[in-house]
């Protein structure tokens, strides 16, 4: 099958190679930053997780968002995303794979991952992070190579890949559940303490990552001869309207707990993160854009003309995106060390090679995803033929 990734326009190979040139500069900033150490980021001893760790906060929930399509189609047989569901998963290694690079790159020490392997402590919630993700990205290798090839060679999937499936369903909520188990269990940050984190996680997760497969649905609608068909679509965009609504609910809880009761250690990394503390608001603008992005999705989602129009929608998926990946790939990280458990609020942002280095990662998710979604519509394509 990989023979596939070998085939292609010289739109192909020109796009491919561009992801290459942002993953190389990705690669020598890294080696700039292994050589100097973290110095080179914008994290200090006040702010020890930065753009490497709000990135893969983020991913996890993309990651984490592909049994949206695989519980409706393996579970309740819903046909129409029969077409999808082989994205969806490609979708969740490609986000997996990011995932293990953000937290590989965050490390002063890279080979120090390592010891979570040769001396495992249970009680350790990075430990069983560590188990969740490389079970999951094991998962759905394996899913995917079997139902691949069963589909290539037409003929059904194995009965044993079915509990496979089934097992990756919960595993994929875990994946996220255990990374807000991670930033909640930290009773010293009063920020990420709330119970509602892992919940708000998961909302946010299936509003991110089904926007996101949606974009792709439609993107290779328009580059390629893949119709993911309407239904597929409107189900879809109706399951990131229920999950949007569902993730702006539960910000609003955070804002009535944080700024009702008055306790001001609560309300301090709240005030900063949307109007800024002592004089200083690096975040606000951000998370301001991200309300808005909100509103205008749900304006837009919860109309159902406008969310059948395939022109409006691409918006509201647009705005969904990049509001949770402000929410989360910026704010709630980040705002979880300002101020300081001193007061203190020392400020954050990544710098040039940080950036870089984030830029290249992304490249790197991009890049397989192109590679494994030619094969699937190579092989399908042929099946046509």
């Given at each position: 099958m990989i023979e596939h990734a070998f085939r292609g326009s010289k739109k192909y190979w020109s796009w491919l190679l561009f992801l290459a040139l942002i993953i190389l500069a990705g690669f020598y900033f890294y080696m700039r930053q292994?050589?100097?150490g973290l110095g080179i980021t914008g994290m200090s001893r006040n702010v020890s997780?930065?753009?490497?760790?709000?990135?893969?906060?983020?991913i996890v929930g993309v990651a984490a968002s592909a049994v949206m399509v695989v519980l409706p189609y393996y579970l309740h047989d819903y046909k129409a995303f029969g077409?999808?569901?082989?994205?969806?998963?490609?979708?969740?290694?490609?986000?997996?794979?990011?995932?293990?690079?953000?937290?590989?790159?965050?490390?002063?020490?890279?080979?120090?991952?390592?010891n979570i392997f040769l001396y495992p402590t249970f009680h350790s919630l990075m430990f069983w992070d560590v188990v969740a993700l490389t079970?999951?990205?094991?998962?759905?290798?394996?899913?995917?190579?079997?139902?691949?090839a069963a589909e290539r060679n037409s003929i059904p999937p194995p009965k044993w890949i079915r509990p496979i499936i089934i097992i990756s369903i919960p595993w994929a909520i875990s994946i996220h559940t255990v990374?807000?188990?991670?930033?909640?269990?930290?009773?010293?940050?009063?920020?990420?303490?709330?119970?509602?984190?892992?919940?708000?996680?998961?909302?946010?997760?299936?509003?991110?990552?089904?926007?996101?497969?949606?974009?792709?649905?439609?993107?290779?609608?328009?580059?390629?001869?893949?119709?993911?068909?309407?239904?597929?679509?409107?189900?879809?965009?109706?399951?990131i309207t229920y999950a949007m609504c569902v993730n702006v609910f539960?910000?609003?809880?955070?804002?009535?707990?944080?700024?009702?009761?008055?306790?001001?250690?609560?309300?301090?990394?709240?005030?900063?993160?949307?109007?800024?503390?002592?004089?200083?608001?690096?975040?606000?603008?951000?998370?301001?854009?991200?309300?808005?992005?909100?509103?205008?999705?749900?304006?837009?989602?919860?109309?159902?003309?406008?969310?059948r129009n395939h022109?409006?929608?691409?918006?509201?998926?647009?705005?969904?995106?990049?509001?949770?990946?402000?929410?989360?790939?910026?704010?709630?990280?980040?705002?979880?060390?300002?101020?300081?458990?001193?007061?203190?609020?020392?400020?954050?942002?990544?710098?040039?090679p940080e950036t870089l280095i984030a830029a290249g990662i992304w490249a790197i998710g991009v890049f397989f995803i192109t590679i494994f979604y030619k094969m699937a519509l190579s092989i399908r394509s042929e099946l046509e033929a």
């Open positions: 292994f050589s100097y997780w930065g753009l490497y760790i709000a990135q893969f906060t983020f077409k999808i569901t082989i994205l969806g998963e490609f979708l969740a290694i490609s986000s997996v794979i990011m995932c293990m690079l953000f937290v590989f790159v965050d490390l002063g020490q890279p080979f120090r991952v390592l079970g999951y990205l094991v998962l759905n290798v394996v899913i995917t190579r079997v139902t691949l990374t807000a188990f991670l930033f909640a269990g930290l009773a010293g940050r009063p920020f990420w303490l709330t119970a509602v984190l892992a919940p708000r996680f998961l909302a946010s997760a299936f509003s991110a990552g089904p926007a996101l497969l949606l974009l792709l649905c439609l993107l290779l609608r328009r580059l390629t001869n893949f119709d993911a068909g309407e239904e597929a679509i409107k189900k879809l965009g109706l399951i539960l910000i609003l809880m955070e804002f009535f707990t944080t700024f009702y009761s008055h306790i001001p250690e609560d309300a301090a990394h709240m005030q900063y993160l949307y109007f800024g503390l002592d004089g200083k608001a690096r975040l606000a603008p951000w998370m301001w854009t991200s309300a808005i992005l909100a509103i205008v999705s749900l304006a837009i989602l919860l109309v159902p003309r406008a969310r022109r409006t929608l691409i918006v509201a998926c647009i705005a969904v995106f990049l509001s949770i990946w402000i929410d989360k790939g910026l704010g709630l990280v980040i705002t979880g060390f300002i101020p300081s458990p001193f007061g203190k609020v020392i400020q954050y942002w990544p710098t040039l």
